[in-house]
Nanobody
Framework: QVQLVESGGGFVQAVGSLSLSCATS????????MGWFRQAPGKEREFVAI???????NYADSVKGRFTISRDYAKNTVYLQMNSLKPEDTAVYYC?????????????????WGQGTQVTVSS
């Protein structure tokens, strides 16, 4: 069983920055791909970014150039650095673990989820 715990959400003004963390349990962190998703009120959960175990990353077009995903293998933690935030980035942000390389842009491809952390960006 893998447990994921997000932290770092909060309230920030537009063009500001926030950094999210996702601490994981278990001994297989290095073999999983780790993703970030977000869900705004009344909207579906959407892909934000993924960090593959081999080191490569992918981003949603809406965050490319503004967000950076990274991992600390010693701490079993994945991060999401968010810069130049916009009001439309307001959402609950979730980290998730992908144990098999399937449908990595869709929530249903992921096996484990954190509880989520709220990010609110004011205009």
């Amino acid at each position: 069983q893998v447990q994921l715990v997000e932290s770092g959400g909060g309230f920030v003004q537009a063009v500001g920055s926030l950094s999210l963390s996702c601490a994981t349990s278990g001994r297989t962190f290095s073999s999983y791909a780790m993703g970030w998703f977000r869900q705004a009120p009344g909207k579906e959960r959407e892909f934000v970014a993924i960090s593959w175990s081999g080191g490569s990353t992918n981003y949603a077009d809406s965050v490319k150039g503004r967000f950076t995903i990274s991992r600390d293998y010693a701490k079993n933690t994945v991060y999401l650095q968010m810069n130049s935030l916009k009001p439309e980035d307001t959402a609950v942000y979730y980290c998730a673990a992908l144990t098999q390389p399937r449908e990595w842009r869709r929530p249903r491809g992921y096996d484990y989820w954190g509880q989520g952390t709220q990010v609110t960006v004011s205009s």
